[in-house]
């Protein structure tokens, strides 16, 4: 596609639920990241895939939070027994491969955990 | 661990003024540097990258300048206009990982 395109742009769960956020990046960009946004401070990174490994998940806050990129294409935040803490925003972006690639952002899943 | 920090947080400027955004990362160590704008409730819009060969890159009204050694970037926004209004985060990609990390974003008004 011609951008990031991320579904749903908002999710409002109640505590204890399962949610899932998906990410389609642009067509050809190898590299894909999932990042979450607090209100009012700058996205924090989760973790990066290079294909369909995830290269780096150092930043997923514990093991209620996994993802997966099964085709090396589309990504899928997986989120078990959500938490309001875990309201956010979590944005996905991609580049080309290689590290000096410009990154491009998708408009984000806005998640509210009642 | 690299961190980014810009200042300031929060800036209100009239109309046609020139202005400078400041981002200080503690680790030179880096691959490039981008400048992004988030209007509200929306995603980040790439601005510049700047290479960490690089001293500069200019795009319309803006240019961002990056000095490794020191840690710093600057972001210079010529003539402001309203439509400037928003959230202004600089990121920098090191050498370590792939991952970008963010600054808090400086949050700018531009009244008419």
């Known amino acids: 596609g011609a951008g990031v395109s991320q579904t749903p742009s908002n999710k409002v769960t109640e505590k204890g639920k399962y949610v899932e956020l998906r990410c389609d990046p642009i067509?050809?960009?190898?590299?894909l990241y999932w990042y979450r946004q607090s209100l009012g401070q700058g996205p924090e990174f989760l973790i990066y895939f290079q294909g369909t490994g995830a290269a780096d998940d150092s930043g997923l806050p514990n093991d209620r939070f996994f993802a997966v990129r099964p085709e090396g294409s589309v990504s899928t935040l997986k989120i078990q027994r959500t938490e309001r803490g875990d309201s956010a925003v979590y944005l996905c972006?991609?580049?080309?491969?290689?590290?000096?690639?410009?990154?491009?952002f998708g408009e984000g899943s806005r998640l509210t955990v009642l | 661990k690299q961190e980014v920090t810009q200042i300031p947080a929060a800036l209100s400027v009239p109309e046609g003024e020139n202005l400078v955004l400041n981002c200080s990362f503690t680790?030179?160590?880096?691959?490039?540097l981008q400048w992004f704008r988030q209007d509200p409730g929306k995603g980040l819009t790439s601005l510049l990258l700047i290479q960490s060969s690089q001293r500069e890159q200019t795009s319309g009204r803006l240019n961002a300048s990056l000095d490794k050694s020191s840690g710093r970037s600057t972001l210079y926004i010529a003539a402001s206009q309203p439509g400037d209004s928003a959230t202004y985060l600089c990121?920098?990609?090191?050498?370590?990982?792939?991952?970008?990390?963010f600054g808090g974003g400086t949050r700018l008004m531009v009244k008419p």
């Open positions: 972006a991609s580049r080309w491969g290689g590290n000096t690639g410009e990154l491009f």
């Open positions: 067509s050809g960009h190898t590299a």
């Open positions: 990121a920098v990609m090191g050498n370590a990982g792939n991952m970008l990390t």
């Open positions: 680790d030179s160590a880096i691959y490039n």
